[in-house]
């Protein structure tokens, strides 16, 4: 088959199949400009022998005030949430980068997130493609898998928190006058 064929059946398909030659607007929203633009008309045609009300005007206008304002909280709360996750990655970036040279204790987890023991090593690699991850060893840990930074002593199963409790002060003795014994 030669390539004349190919593009001259490819062009009788596009053919018959409706093209798009211009972005079509979206008229389901109304902006300001719009309203101005119908408010005007609006008044430029109204009947001259039963006028407009002014507090019907002025209940339109505040009407599309509100709408504008609820439409820039609306925009303003959903460019915080961008923000917000922003500055949760730049922390973890901060964090995980951070970690490098450190000495760490990291949970070894199976197939299906069970902890299966610990690995203690120094952190020699940072990865910040799609998750957080440190490089212990060659090997790949999440995040969430780090126990402990630097050197923590061990516990025993039966041993309780270091806390030291406070000296509680000696009852005082009541004095007695002198020459009076008790």
Known sequence: MAVSDVTGKSQALNDQYPRQTEAVPNNSEMSMDDFWQL????????DMTNPMS????????T???TMNAM???????????????NLSQVTLTTYSTG???REVTVATVDSTG??????????????LTGGQFVYIDGEKYSLSQIMSVGEVPKKE???????????KPEAEKPETP????S
Do not use: H, R
Request: hydrophobic letters at 35%; glycine letters at 10%.
């Open 39 to 46: 408010m005007a008309a609006q008044l430029q045609y109204q």
């Open 54 to 61: 002014n507090s019907e005007m002025m209940n339109q206008m």
């Open 63 to 65: 009407q599309m005030a």
């Open 71 to 85: 439409t820039q909280v609306s925009e303003a709360i959903a460019n915080f949430g961008v923000v917000t996750n």
């Open 99 to 101: 970690m490098i040279g």
């Open 114 to 127: 069970k902890v299966t023991g610990e690995k203690t090593g120094v952190v020699t690699g940072v990865d």
């Open 157 to 167: 199963d039966g041993d309780t928190p270091d806390v030291e409790e406070p000296e």
């Open 178 to 181: 002198e020459g009076e014994e």
